[in-house]
């Protein structure tokens, strides 16, 4: 049930995923500092926290979800055997991820280890329109013009505009949901401030995501991430966006007292 025209009601529990319990911490002090750096050298105690247990916790889970769980997990195998009972560095953490998974990672702790800019990709907007329908066509080899004997096949174009809000640079996948349920599957380097995706499909878009499997859970405002390219009858744009937004806020909360606790 909802009220407001579209507000849901509270239900008897919220399950917040584990791996995402540091992204408060890192969505209010993730730019203080870098993490590479000397414990002395943070800014106050607070930065020290975030870039020795928040941030770090987010990045090996999106380093995680970037290699994939087994190669994760056989890096972390390899880097304990390489190094226990020693003092090993970042740099040879580094290589060993390289080394293990096979292709250079240099990128992501360049913008994880070495940066403090944050992480926020969105879907800026979206649009699908029906092409127009053509009227006539020029017969090859002849200068008149005839009209169509067939109806044409309904063409709508679909424009998927994808935003980097924050300063890090991550490649991303956006995917494109169509109203038959087809979807469509592309990548972007991040590298850009934006990047427009246009398609053509026999069917008008329903929804788009950018990172629809929720690999970079440094993001810090998921809720920005899909859009509908149309709004379900009956659901107010405004009672939508304040949903949203009130549900983001409630977890946030729920997020910080967890802990706190």
Known sequence: QRFLGGIPLVYSSVRIPSETWALPAVRRRGKQDIMARAGWEYLGRPSYLVNSYSKPELVLWTLGRYL????????????FQLYRFKHPTTKDFIETVNEVARRDMTWFFEETF???????????????SRIPERKGVFEEGKSGFSSLSQE??????????????????????????????????RRWDGQDRWKKFVVQKSVALRYAVVDPERKLLLDINPTNNSRYAKIPQGFALATWKWAGMWLFWIQNLLETFTFMA
């Open 152 to 185: 044409e096949e309904k063409i709508y174009q679909t424009e998927v505009v994808v935003q980097r809000l924050e300063g890090a640079k991550f490649p991303v996948e956006i995917m494109m949901v169509f109203e038959n349920g087809e979807k469509v599957r």
């Open 68 to 79: 994939g769980d087994e190669v994760m997990l056989q890096v972390m195998r390899t880097y």
């Open 114 to 128: 070495f940066s403090s800019q944050l992480v926020d990709y969105a879907i800026q907007s979206v649009s699908s």
